[in-house]
């Protein structure tokens, strides 16, 4: 049982990248699915969040109206696309699979009721 991110890459300010987490071993189905990133020196952050039944969706401020979430038919795989992509968006963004809310980007829920799974991280580099 993996998550496996891909989709990363160097891209310039105002470009896109379409980021795929994949399911090995299960599905997502009855899971909720974020995508979190972190920066060297800083604490991993919820960037967007589903929950793959409902469908319901989180996105954190600085991305919201740039970055989308959402789920293939078979709940194998979720993607984030990122559009008008900026500097401030280099980092790792990895994948991870918990709880069937999207409440699962928030720190301190996640930390409550776990996380399953993790992916190894994809490097996202948006130069300027």
């Known amino acids: 049982v993996q998550l496996v991110e891909s989709g990363g890459g160097l891209v310039q300010a105002g470009g896109s990248l379409r980021l795929s987490c994949a399911a090995s071993?299960?599905?997502?189905?009855?899971?909720?699915i974020g995508w979190f990133r972190q920066i060297p020196g800083k604490e991993r952050e919820g960037v967007s969040c589903i929950s793959v039944n409902d469908g319901s969706t989180f996105y954190e401020d600085s991305v919201q109206g740039r970055f989308t979430i959402s789920s293939d038919s078979a709940k194998t795989t979720v993607f984030l696309q990122m559009n008008s992509l900026k500097s401030e968006d280099t980092a790792v963004y990895y994948c991870a699979a918990g709880p069937p809310s999207a409440r699962i980007c928030d720190g301190v829920y996640a930390k409550s009721y776990g996380m399953d799974f993790w992916g190894k991280g994809t490097q996202v580099t948006v130069s300027s």
């Open positions: 071993g299960f599905t997502f189905d009855g899971y909720g």
